[in-house]
């Protein structure tokens, strides 16, 4: 069984900062991409920033330099950092991955359990 637990939310003021940790565990042979998405009340879940088994980030627009996503694949795990905040990064954060259970089982997505954010004017 796999899970993925984040950690780091909280409430922070605007031009904060916050750092979003995420833990896989469970019998995993291969980690492929890894990303963070958000959802804030009322709006549709969107990715917010995705990186590559090799290290290849890639970003929203509206987060582009001021979030930093990187992973330890040793730790399996990923993070978030996120500064200069903003209210309307407000949102819950999920933590996200392609994971293969086996050599021979294909991949598939995981899901955390979210970790709200809340960013105050």
Known sequence: ???LVESGGG????????RLSCAA????FRINAMGWYRQAP??????????TSGGSPNY?????GRFTIS???????????????????TAVYYCNADIA????????????QGTQVTVSS
């Open 101 to 112: 259970l086996s050599a021979m089982s294909v991949s598939r997505f995981y899901w955390g």
């Open 25 to 28: 565990s469970g019998s995993i």
């Open 11 to 18: 409430l922070v003021q605007a031009g904060g900062s916050l």
């Open 60 to 64: 929203v627009d509206s987060v582009k």
């Open 71 to 89: 992973r330890d694949n040793a730790k399996k795990m990923v993070y978030l950092q996120m500064s200069s905040l903003k209210p309307e990064d």
């Open 1 to 3: 069984q796999v899970q």
């Open 42 to 51: 009322g709006k549709q879940r969107e990715l917010v920033a995705a990186i």
